[in-house]
């Protein structure tokens, strides 16, 4: 059974930076692809970043250039470096571990992370 715990979010001004880190428990994480998915009030739950046990690495159209995805096998952690932050980033983070070419979720939900993006 997967847990995930997220964390680093928070308030933040137009044009800053966070890092969010989600913590994962079990053993398959060093050869799982995993992925950071968020979402805003009123809207579905998207599709942000992925990066597979092997490195390769896809990002939504939206975050492409602004938000760096990178794992550490041997802590457990994936992390989100967000830059260049906007008010439409505003939104609930989540990681999941993501199967398919799609990036479907599979484990449980963690928590979650509030990024909140305002003057």
């Known amino acids: 059974q997967v847990q995930l715990v997220e964390s680093g979010g928070g308030l933040v001004q137009p044009g800053g930076s966070l890092r969010l880190s989600c913590a994962v428990s079990?053993?398959?994480?060093?050869?799982?692809?995993m992925a950071w998915y968020r979402q805003a009030p009123g809207t579905q739950r998207e599709l942000v970043a992925a990066i597979t046990s092997g490195g390769r690495i896809n990002y939504s159209d939206s975050v492409k250039g602004r938000f760096t995805i990178s794992r550490h096998n041997a802590k457990n952690t994936v992390y989100l470096q967000m830059n260049s932050l906007k008010p439409e980033d505003t939104a609930v983070y989540y990681c999941n571990r993501a199967v398919g070419s799609d990036y479907r979720p599979v484990a449980s939900w963690g928590q979650g992370t509030q990024v909140t993006v305002s003057s």
């Open positions: 079990g053993s398959i994480f060093s050869i799982a692809t």
